[in-house]
């Protein structure tokens, strides 16, 4: 994946993020499309990218947000790393480790932001399992729909083209 | 070029990377002074994005129905709704003058206190992490806005502003977890702090166990924190659990649908230096 796609990429998930968010967190089964993001560009384009990507829209994310800027950015960057590295050592093309993929994000994800801010006496997480595994849950099958229909595109078109009958 | 050129330098860069957020982090946890420059520059541009983002999802749907299906109806409506949004401000004072005069509170205080200057704003874009409930707002600090103030919708209180660059503002809703205002039980008067869950609820704390709570009251802000002005509505109590003579857990369901606010009033009078708190 170039540069631009990857920025376009983050931009595209930030800009979701922040328009549908309020559609998107209900209660504790929210969804991080921007890590959703952040995952999708570290399978595609391996650990250097998945870091850089995750570095930077998680400083977004946590400008935006009332936290500490940089606990987002190190939990992204760290799980853009993670995911870029399992991608280039494992076969993650089908669906199943794909699925696995996105949960084990979300769950270093959370383990990363959420233990930073508890080892930081800034924050506390009564109950954090659920919520965590609702954004799980919910980060795989936005993942997952998202893989199928970047994956379709090419695909559709190329046949389109093939079915189409030439002009007399 | 791709970007996979760096993959043979991943490693150092990784630790780099993530020594440099430690870095951030570590500045911004031990120093604690104002706002960062990297938050207000980052804020600031990204808040453009969100206004550009709202402004074409905005074109798209106001083109719709404004040009296909109502017309001038549309244009109406939103006046009239911003009419009624401010009418129901006024109302919610009025009602809280009429209630400070029952407690046999003088005329000239109650004048000083339902004194409010305020200035409209149109949210532009929710909150970027679901692990924190804030929501940006279109005017900033060339409006006259700065940190603390008082953001509130005809249904009740919103949040406080937590940020702002100069043509945006970022608002800490009230159901953030490290939100919390303090609130006194219209019904029986009994005071408490109102603190954010972060799932959308809010819990009613410091009630004396002496105090009377009961389920559907409702929950005004106090004004004792220096923050959010008095007399607004909060949310009801929802649910109240008592153990060993005291309150152990009173939930108040907010009076704002923080999932579709769209206009909002920013409280501008700052409330005096001495009755802010440390």
């Known amino acids: 994946m170039k540069a631009a796609g990857v920025f376009v990429a983050i931009a595209l998930a930030l800009a979701l993020q922040t328009t549908l968010g309020n559609a998107l967190v209900a209660g504790t089964a929210a969804v991080d499309l921007v890590l959703v993001a952040v995952v999708y560009v570290a399978l595609t384009s391996g650990p250097g990218a998945g870091m850089l990507a995750g570095s930077l829209a998680g400083l977004i994310q946590d400008s935006l947000s009332s936290g500490v800027i940089g606990i987002g950015g190190l939990a992204k960057c760290i799980v853009g790393f993670l995911a870029g590295g399992i991608g280039q050592q494992f076969i993650v093309t089908a669906a199943l480790p794909r699925l696995v993929m996105f949960i084990g994000a979300t769950v270093a994800h959370a383990a990363v932001f959420m233990g930073l801010y508890v080892l930081l006496g800034l924050r506390t997480f009564p109950s954090p399992w659920s919520a965590v595994l609702g954004q799980a849950v919910g980060n795989s099958v936005v993942g997952m729909v998202a893989f199928g229909i970047i994956e379709s595109l090419p695909g559709a078109i190329e046949r389109r083209r093939a079915t189409r009958r030439p002009r007399r | ?278």
């Open chain 2, 1 to 278: 070029m791709s970007i996979l050129d760096i993959r043979q330098r991943t490693g150092y860069l990784f630790l780099a990377v993530t020594l440099a957020h430690v870095i951030l982090i570590s500045t911004q946890v031990t120093t604690q002074r104002g706002v960062p420059l990297l938050e207000e520059l980052v804020f600031g541009a990204f808040a453009e994005v969100q206004r550009v983002a709202t402004a074409v999802f905005g074109g798209i749907r106001n083109g719709y129905s404004e040009y296909v299906a109502l017309q001038d109806v549309r244009a109406d409506n939103e006046r009239l709704r911003t009419e009624l949004a401010q009418l129901r401000i006024r109302l919610q004072q009025e009602q809280e003058a009429a209630s400070q005069t029952r407690t046999l509170r003088g005329l000239l205080d109650l004048r000083q206190r339902v004194a409010l200057d305020t200035v409209a704003a149109s949210v532009i874009g929710g909150g970027a992490s679901p692990d924190f409930r804030t929501i940006t707002i279109d005017i900033g600090t060339r409006a006259g806005l700065a940190n603390d103030m008082a953001v509130v919708a005809p249904e009740g209180v919103v949040g406080r502003v937590i940020g702002a660059s100069a043509l945006a503002a970022k608002v800490q809703l009230l159901i953030d977890r490290n939100a919390a205002a303090g609130v006194v039980d219209e019904r029986s008067r009994a005071q408490g702090i109102i603190v954010g869950m972060g799932t959308g609820e809010l819990q009613l704390t410091y009630v004396s166990g002496t105090a009377d709570v009961k389920t559907g009251d409702t929950v005004v802000t106090s004004g004792i924190d220096g923050l959010y002005p008095k007399g607004f509505v909060v949310g009801q109590v929802e649910s109240v659990q008592r153990s060993a003579g005291e309150y152990s857990l009173v939930r108040v369901r907010p009076s704002v649908d923080f999932s579709s606010l769209e206009n909002v009033l920013v409280v501008t009078t700052l409330p005096a230096k001495g009755d802010r708190p440390e």
